[in-house]
């Protein structure tokens, strides 16, 4: 019997409400490329205006889905 969450409807689900990502693909791409070149995470921060925080989950998660 199918749930009323199964994974089709689970596919289908978008984020809805909330408050909307600062870090757009564009700047999200820039700190990537920035890391790559060993500067430092305050350097990153200051020169894409985002937070130290910010930079530091952009790398985690970007670590993250480059090993998956």
């Not at 969450?5 to 408050?19: M, N």
């Not at 060993?38 to 090993?67: F, K, L, N, P, Y």
């Amino acid at each position: 019997m199918p749930t009323k969450y199964d994974e089709a409807t689970r596919a289908k689900a978008v984020r809805v409400g909330g408050r909307p990502t600062v870090v757009t693909t564009d700047k999200r791409a820039a700190i990537l490329a920035r890391h790559d070149r060993d500067e430092s995470i305050r350097d990153i921060a200051a020169s894409v205006a985002v937070s130290v925080g910010m930079v530091h989950w952009v790398i985690t998660v970007g670590q993250a889905r480059q090993t998956a």
